[in-house]
Nanobody, 113 residues
Framework: QVQLVESGGGLVQAGGSLRLSCAAS???????MAWFRQAPGKQRELVAR???????IYVDSVKGRFTISRDNAKNTVYLQMNSLKPEDTAVYYC????????WGQGTQVTVSS
């Protein structure tokens, strides 16, 4: 069982940037990895995924603003978030798209207007 630890969240003004990290306790190099977010009162949604070959897919609401990347040597997945909007406020989590592993604690991102 791989354990996931998310970090890098915080409070930022609209238009600002944050870089989230997801450290896995085991190798994730052959896995498609994804970032999810859950806003208050809403369902958790998948916002970005990266395949083992580096192919990236984004949900429309973050396309052009967020970039997912991975460092297989460090078993870490990143989410660079630019041009942040108040509607990006949520707790952010990583996992495989199929939710193979237990959820981590997530990292809170709060964007003020």
């Amino acid at each position: 069982q791989v354990q996931l630890v998310e970090s890098g969240g915080g409070l930022v003004q609209a238009g600002g940037s944050l870089r989230l990290s997801c450290a896995a306790s085991g190798s994730v190099s052959i896995s498609t990895m994804a970032w999810f977010r859950q806003a208050p009162g809403k369902q958790r949604e998948l916002v970005a995924r990266i395949f083992s070959d580096g192919t990236r897919i984004y949900v429309d609401s973050v396309k052009g603003r967020f970039t997912i990347s991975r460092d297989n040597a460090k078993n870490t997945v990143y989410l660079q978030m630019n041009s942040l909007k108040p509607e990006d406020t949520a707790v952010y989590y990583c996992n495989t798209p199929s939710i193979r592993w237990a959820w981590g604690q997530g990292t809170q991102v709060t964007v003020s207007s």
